[in-house]
Each structure stands twice: as structure tokens, then as C-alpha cells.
């Protein structure tokens, strides 16, 4: 939260600053279109998604090269975008790979060095190491006008504690995102909790709930103001900076409430979600991703990362007729109803990333619609899970980046080029003055416009 990145986490503050740290990211629900306007130029949005596990690759890589290429199965539901996506082979991921003596740990690597380019430390304790992610660096730098920086969301729970892979922390597969070498963001995947993170705690995103949860806030503010200064009148002079910073951060939320009440911006509708996860895989994705609409379409942030599963999940899928967790299929051994019922799933994965496209694509933004103006990358730091390969990685990037990205192509890479050149050359595309980008050796010309 906003609030929190700016305040120092003293628990023995007054309860009232507690109130501040819980809030929701206020409203400053100025529109992507009007805020793109004034510069002239569309709101630049980056969407990161990824599959654990590996997938079935002859079901998902095309045979043809170049323009006139056929989706294969487990992409057959992205057809009708086709113009926005580039399917790319070829691209590996290097530092997921073992170093000597390692031994296991293929899962939690390939999670934790898909967006860093960095090869984790090799622990179970909480000394993890690795290095800041691409994500984040696009949000440092598009995320400064909007309410979040960023937002990161998963679907399987935070439960995973401890060892994910012996000898090493299950912090590695929690995430995708980290802050910097030795900070993981912890990602959400609770629908209501991300509603509340967005929209603050109302019932729904109409314009007479808006208003309520603003005059409480206000309220909660004002109070606040009070109480602190009279504590700051009895600390020494050390702690009296910190609760001047602290103060700052007061007055960015007072900045942000004094905009909102002026503005008068229509939210869509939606309701709170009810407590609880959805009980089938679809409807949770499809409702993670309706938020994930909804927080671009506000502009509350720019910058998602979106992770469909955990490596080593044990997720099952009982409404496809695949009781077998989600992992043990990937070790199927070459086994072929094994491989047919992974590359089902792995197609079930696609078909709710294509209802995001479908809802991008019926959003409309400025002259364009939403699927115009993002840059997404979906794909997966494993090939073959069953020989944990890190080579020839399943991956595409979808959208029209505003005009920027040439799609309906399937591009084949040799030599195992880095994804980090990708993910450099995205930054790179958003404006980002960056000349590496973890194991980059370089960018990938031809991908984008710019």
C-alpha cells in the first residue's frame, strides 16, 4: 500500500495509525484515458502471467515459423487474437539451472529467476537471496501515477511454508515479484481481500459507497492527525523525524482523498466478493482476472503479475476428470495418458487467459480498448517438467503495447537465448533506460516498434 511504502512499521504507535497502515489505497480514480491525455500518449500497462510445472510442448509450440503459423491445441483458444500475440521459442531460462551441488530445487528456481535473471541462494532459512525482477522495474517507473505500484496475485494459497524442494525455502515459489535481492512480495489470492486492497472495504464500487468509505476516511485521517501530534510532542527528537515522515505519508492520503472528492468518476459495477475462494480453478481465475479488468480499467495500477499456479502445486482438477495433482502429472514419464491429461490442463489454463483477452478486448480505451495498450507476457520458467528442462521455454507476449508490438508471428530463437532479453526488451519498449536486466546478453530487435 502506499501508505505503508512511506511509514515506518511501528507497532507502538498509537491504534489510530493502525487504522492509517489498513487502509485501502484511496481513491484517486482519475481514468488511464484522461491521465494518458495530458501527455499525450496511451497509459503504458504491463501484465505478467505464468503456468508452473512445465507443459506439454508439442501441443504447444507451432510447427510453422513466421506469420503463417496454426495455434496448436493448448493455444487453440487465443486464435481469435492472434494479431496480438507472438508466440516465442527457443528462449531459456539459465539461472534456473543447477549450480554444481545442488542437486533438487528445478521448481523453485525456474519461479524465482523467471522475472530476476538471478540464480536464488540455496536456502531453506530466511537468509533467501535473489534479485529485483522485471515487474518491479517496470513499476518504479510507470507505477509512480497510480495509486499502486503494483499488484501481484496468485490463485493456489500462501500456505506453502518451510522446504518446497529440499534444501530450499518455499519463499522461492511463493512469488514471481521481488522488491529487491531480499524482499519477495507476498502474493494474494483471496478475490475478496484483492477487492478491499482496490476498492477499499465496500460493499460495492457504486459512486454512494465511494462517497461513505471517503467521508470515513477523511474522518479516520482527521483523527489521526490529532492523536499524532500529540504524540510527537513527547518523543525525543530521533523519533520525532520518523513521525514526521510518517506525517508525510498522511498528508499524500489527504492529497489523494481531496482528489477523489472532486472527481466524479462512474466505477464499474461489482460487488464484494463473498469470503472464501470460488470452489472450481475457472471461476477463481475468471474472477481474479474480472479484478484484474477492473484495476487497469481505473487505472489504480499499471503494472499486474499473475500467477496462475505455484511450481510443485498440488493442485487437482476434478471438474476436467483429472483427480491427479497437478505436479506428479508433469513427472508422467512419457506416459501417453498422463501426457494427454497435462495437456489438458495445461489448454484449460489458456482458455481462462482467454477470457481476459475477451474482457480487454471489450474494454474500450481512449480510441483503442485495453487489449491495445498492455504488454503480456504468459509462459513458464519450465519446458518438459518431467526432465525439468529450463531450455525452449513455453512462452508468448499478447497485446498491442499501444501500438508498439508486431503480432500473429511465431518466432524461433537458437542458441538459447536468455528470456531476460525479452524482459529487457520490454522494459525497454516502456522507456525504461536499462542496459541488462539479470543474464541478458543483449535485447530481441524486430519485436516491437520502438
Known amino acids: 500500500m502506499i501508505i505503508t511504502k512511506k511509514a515506518l512499521p511501528r507497532r507502538t504507535f498509537i491504534k489510530g495509525v493502525g487504522a492509517v497502515l489498513a487502509l485501502p489505497l484511496l481513491d484517486s480514480m482519475l481514468p488511464a484515458l484522461a491521465r494518458a491525455e495530458a501527455l499525450n500518449k496511451p ?23 513466421g506469420s503463417d503459423f496454426v495455434f496448436p491445441s493448448s493455444l487453440e483458444p487465443l ?14 531460462l539459465h539461472p534456473a539451472m543447477p549450480q554444481p551441488g545442488e542437486g533438487t530445487g528445478d521448481h523453485v528456481r525456474a519461479s524465482a529467476a523467471y522475472l530476476t535473471g538471478a540464480h536464488p ?73 484483492v477487492f478491499e486492497r482496490l476498492f477499499g472495504d465496500s460493499d460495492d464500487t457504486s459512486k454512494a459507497a ?76 475468471r474472477l481474479m482476472f474480472d479484478l484484474q479488468l477492473m484495476a487497469f480499467q481505473t487505472d489504480i495500477t499499471r503494472v499486474i503479475t499473475f500467477m496462475m499456479s505455484r511450481e510443485v502445486s498440488p493442485r487437482s482438477y476434478p471438474e476436467l476428470g483429472i483427480p491427479d495433482p497437478h505436479h506428479g502429472l508433469s513427472h508422467h514419464q512419457d506416459n501417453p495418458v498422463q501426457m494427454e491429461k497435462l495437456a489438458r490442463l495445461n489448454r484449460h489454463h489458456i482458455e481462462q487467459f482467454a477470457y481476459f483477452l475477451d474482457r480487454l478486448a471489450s474494454t474500450p480505451d481512449g480510441d483503442a480498448t485495453l487489449l491495445d495498450n498492455i504488454v503480456m507476457l504468459y509462459g513458464c ?23 508498439t508490438h508486431k503480432g500473429g508471428r511465431h518466432i524461433k530463437f537458437e542458441n538459447d537465448l536468455p528470456i531476460s532479453n525479452l524482459q529487457l526488451t520490454m522494459l525497454q519498449n516502456f522507456g525504461v533506460e536499462l542496459e541488462t536486466l539479470g543474464d541478458s546478453s543483449g535485447t530481441i530487435s524486430g519485436l516491437f516498434n520502438s
Open 121 to 193: 541462494k540455496k536456502t531453506e532459512g530466511a537468509d533467501i537471496q535473489c534479485g529485483v525482477s522485471m515487474d518491479q522495474i517496470a513499476a518504479n517507473y510507470i507505477g509512480d501515477t497510480t495509486q499502486m505500484r503494483s499488484l501481484e496475485i496468485a490463485l493456489d494459497p500462501n500456505e506453502l511454508i518451510g522446504a518446497c524442494e529440499a534444501g530450499w525455502s518455499c519463499a522461492y515459489a511463493n512469488t514471481l515479484s521481488w522488491r529487491n535481492e531480499v524482499t519477495p512480495l507476498p502474493m494474494e489470492n483471496q478475490p475478496r481481500a
Open 381 to 403: 520458467g519450465i519446458s518438459d517438467g518431467n526432465k525439468h528442462l529450463h531450455t525452449d521455454l513455453p512462452c508468448f507476449v499478447a497485446g498491442g503495447g499501444s501500438g
Open 79 to 92: 486464435s481469435m487474437y492472434k494479431e496480438k500475440i507472438s508466440v516465442l521459442s527457443g528462449l531459456a
Open 210 to 285: 465511494r462517497e461513505s468509505r471517503l467521508i470515513e476516511e477523511r474522518s479516520i485521517l482527521d483523527s489521526l492527525l490529532a492523536e499524532v501530534d500529540k504524540l510527537q510532542k513527547t518523543l525525543p527528537i530521533h523519533d520525532r523525524q520518523k513521525i514526521d515522515q510518517y506525517l508525510a505519508a498522511i498528508r499524500d492520503a489527504e492529497r489523494r482523498i481531496a482528489i477523489s472528492e472532486k472527481q466524479n468518476v462512474e466505477l464499474p459495477q461489482m460487488e464484494r466478493p463473498a469470503g472464501g475462494i470460488p470452489d472450481t480453478f475457472a471461476e477463481h481465475a
Open 43 to 65: 497509459a503504458q500497462r504491463l501484465f505478467v502471467g505464468y503456468v508452473p510445472n512445465g507443459v506439454i510442448m508439442d501441443n504447444w509450440t507451432p510447427t510453422q515459423i
